[in-house]
C-alpha cells in the first residue's frame, strides 16, 4: 500500500496570491489536488507536510488528511541546511512511499537532495498522474515533442510536479490537527539577510497570468515609413502588460538583436523567450505580434490553449494553421486601440 505525501510550503509575503486567499503558495495547493486524486485512485493515504515560520493558520485551508508541519524561524526564508532538513523530516515521519511536489524554485533545488539521502528516486517536470494499482506519472521530452508515462520500483519516489498543471485546492476548510515534526538542530551556514525582487510592474514573466503575450522582431523593424519605432514599440508594450497583466514572451530574434548592436526593447532577456530553445509556458490564451511563427517558435505555444496572432505578412506561419485567429494588422496600430479600450474600461 503506498503512503502518499505531499510537501507544501508558504509564499515569501510579498508573494503571497490574493487569487488564492492561503498563504501556502498557489504551486503547493496544486501538489495539494494532486495528491488528493491519487490518494483517492489507489486508496492510500495521504498526508501533507507544511514548511513555515507558523503553519497555525494553514491547515484551515487544507483538506482532510494527516498533517504535519515543520515550523519555526528558520524555515521562514528558502535556504538549502534548513529546507532539506525539513523535507527529510516529513518524509519520514509520514513514511512516504510517494512524494509530491510542487517544481518551486525553494522545493526544486533541495527534492533531489532529499530523495538522495532517503535512499529514494525522483523525476521532475510531472505533469499529470495516474495509474490504479501502480502510479504512472507524466512528462514531457525533448523540448516537449514527447510526452513518456514512468513508472518505477524505487520507493521513496519523488514527482515534482510543473506549476500549473493542475487546479489549485480550494474545497471546505476541516478542522485538523497539526502535529509538529523535530528537526534534528542544525547550524546552517548561510544566512538571509533579506529580499531584492524586481520593483512592482519591472517583473513581465508572470506565470499565473492568463494571457501570454508575445513580441517578435517586427516591432523594431522599419515600418511603411521607413522609420523604426523602437522607444513607441516599448512603451506599446509596457502599457499592454500593464493594463491587461500578461506575461510578456519574445522571439528569439527579437532578444537576440541585442548583442548584435541592433535596436531592442530593454525590458526583454532571453528568460522571455518562447519556443524550442526557450520556455513552454502554460496560459490560457497567447497574442502573437510582429513574430512570424515559425516552427522553433510555434513549438514552445504547445501548451498555449486559445492562439491568436496580429501579423503584417498574410503569408506568415500563423496564418498557415498555427494560429485560431490571424488578424493581418498593423501591430502598432492594434495594440494602441487596444490599450486605448483597455483604458476606457479600467476608468
Ligand atoms: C535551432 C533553432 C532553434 C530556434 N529556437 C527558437 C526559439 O526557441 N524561439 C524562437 O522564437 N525562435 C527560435 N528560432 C528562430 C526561429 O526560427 C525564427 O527565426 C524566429 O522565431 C523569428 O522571429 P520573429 O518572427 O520575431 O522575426 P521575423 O522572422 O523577422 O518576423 C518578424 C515579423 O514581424 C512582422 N511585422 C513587422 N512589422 C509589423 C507590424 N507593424 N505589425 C505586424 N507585424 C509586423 C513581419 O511581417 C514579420 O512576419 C530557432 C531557430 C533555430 C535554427
Redesign the pocket.
Known amino acids: 500500500m503506498e503512503s502518499i505525501l505531499v510537501l507544501t510550503h508558504t509564499a515569501l509575503s510579498s508573494e503571497i496570491e490574493a487569487e488564492t486567499g492561503a498563504a501556502l503558495t498557489r504551486a503547493s495547493l496544486e501538489a495539494v489536488t494532486a495528491g488528493m486524486e491519487l490518494a483517492a485512485q489507489l486508496s492510500a493515504s495521504l498526508t501533507i507536510g507544511i514548511v513555515a515560520s507558523d503553519p497555525t493558520n494553514l491547515s484551515k485551508g487544507l483538506p482532510s488528511a494527516r498533517l504535519l508541519a515543520v515550523s519555526g524561524e528558520a524555515f521562514a526564508q528558502p535556504r538549502y541546511a534548513t529546507d532539506a532538513a525539513a523535507l527529510e523530516a516529513l518524509a519520514r515521519a509520514a513514511n512516504a512511499t510517494i512524494v509530491l511536489a510542487p517544481a518551486s524554485s525553494r522545493f526544486a533545488r533541495v527534492a533531489a537532495g532529499v530523495a538522495h539521502r532517503l535512499g529514494g528516486f525522483i523525476d521532475t517536470h510531472i505533469t499529470a498522474i495516474g495509474g490504479a494499482e501502480t502510479v504512472e506519472a507524466t512528462r514531457w521530452f525533448y523540448r516537449q515533442r514527447v510526452e513518456a508515462v514512468l513508472t518505477r520500483d524505487a520507493r521513496p519516489w519523488f514527482l515534482l510536479l510543473d506549476p500549473g498543471t493542475h487546479a489549485a485546492y480550494a474545497g471546505q476548510a476541516v478542522p485538523a490537527q497539526v502535529e509538529q515534526i523535530a528537526v534534528q538542530p542544525l547550524a546552517p551556514r548561510t544566512t538571509v539577510s533579506g529580499l531584492r525582487a524586481p520593483a512592482q510592474g519591472a517583473q513581465t514573466i508572470r506565470p499565473d497570468a492568463k494571457l501570454l503575450f508575445v ?5 523594431t ?1 522599419k ?2 515609413d521607413g522609420q523604426i519605432h523602437t522607444k513607441e514599440a516599448g512603451e506599446l508594450i509596457l502599457d499592454f502588460l500593464r493594463l491587461s497583466g500578461a506575461s510578456l514572451g ?6 537576440d538583436q541585442g548583442g548584435e548592436g541592433e535596436p531592442v526593447l530593454p525590458f526583454l532577456t532571453h528568460m522571455n ?6 520556455a513552454t509556458p502554460r496560459h490560457a490564451k497567447g497574442l502573437s ?9 510555434v ?2 505555444w504547445r501548451f498555449i490553449a486559445s492562439r491568436r496572432a ?4 498574410p503569408n ?2 500563423w496564418t498557415r494553421g498555427k494560429a485560431d485567429v490571424v488578424y493581418v ?6 495594440m494602441a486601440k487596444i490599450n486605448a479600450l483597455l483604458q476606457t474600461a479600467k476608468t
Open positions: 513580441a517578435g522582431a517586427g516591432w523593424k515600418q511603411p519574445s522571439s528569439k530574434s527579437l532578444v523567450q518562447i519556443g524550442q530553445t526557450g505580434t510582429c513574430c512570424h511563427g515559425e516552427e522553433p517558435h513549438v514552445g496580429i501579423s503584417l505578412d506568415c506561419g494588422a498593423d501591430a502598432f496600430a492594434v
